[in-house]
C-alpha cells in the first residue's frame, strides 16, 4: 500500500538520475518505480520518464520531471542526522563533489537544487541541551562553519 504522506519533488528532466544518486548516496535509500508518460506533455513524450518513486533516509518521496517551470526553494530541505564526522564528511562530499554547492551552517545544495542540512547530532544535543551557555558557544561556532566541524562544536560545548 503506498504511504499516506509522500514528499512531491520537482526536476526539471533528471528525477531518475537524482533518486539513483540519493539511494547509493545515503543509508536507508532506494529507488522504486518509474512511469513513462502515457502520452505527450508540455514538456516531454511519451514513453518519456515522468515520475519515479524512491525513498531518502526511509522518507517516501516521488520526483516529477516537470521541466524547467519551477526550481527547487531552500525553503524546503532534507535534514540528514549524522554519528560522526567521517559520516558528515562522506555526505557532505558527495552532495557537494558531485555538482552540488556548499552553503553555510551544514546546509548544502545537489546538483538538481535541493537543498541538504547534514546535521552531526553533536550539533543538534549542543544546541537544543539543557546547559544554554555551551548552546550558545556551539551555536556561534557553528555559524562560521559551511561543513560542520565536530570537533570543534565539541570543543565549543566545553568551553
Known amino acids: 500500500m503506498a504511504p499516506k504522506n509522500t514528499i512531491c519533488l520537482w526536476y526539471e528532466r533528471d528525477a531518475l538520475d537524482a533518486a539513483n544518486f540519493y539511494a547509493k548516496t545515503f543509508p536507508d535509500s532506494k529507488v522504486g518505480n518509474t512511469m513513462h508518460a502515457p ?32 526550481k527547487q526553494s531552500e525553503a524546503f530541505s532534507f535534514q540528514i542526522a549524522t554519528d560522526d564526522q567521517a559520516e558528515t564528511d562522506r555526505l557532505w562530499n558527495a552532495i557537494v563533489n558531485n555538482g552540488g554547492q556548499e552553503s553555510e551552517c551544514g546546509w548544502c545544495k545537489d546538483k ?41 562544536i565539541e570543543a565549543a560545548v566545553r568551553g
Open 39 to 70: 502520452g505527450n506533455y508540455p514538456d516531454g513524450q511519451q514513453g518519456d520518464v515522468l515520475t519515479v518513486e524512491f525513498t531518502v533516509a526511509g522518507i517516501p518521496c516521488v520526483g516529477l520531471n516537470g521541466g524547467p517551470h519551477f
Open 112 to 152: 538538481w537544487g535541493v537543498s541538504w542540512q547534514i546535521t552531526p547530532r553533536v550539533l543538534t544535543d549542543a544546541v537544543s541541551g539543557p546547559d544554554r551557555a555551551a548552546a550558545k558557544r556551539a551555536f556561534d561556532a557553528m555559524m562560521t562553519m559551511k561543513k560542520i566541524d565536530v570537533a570543534a
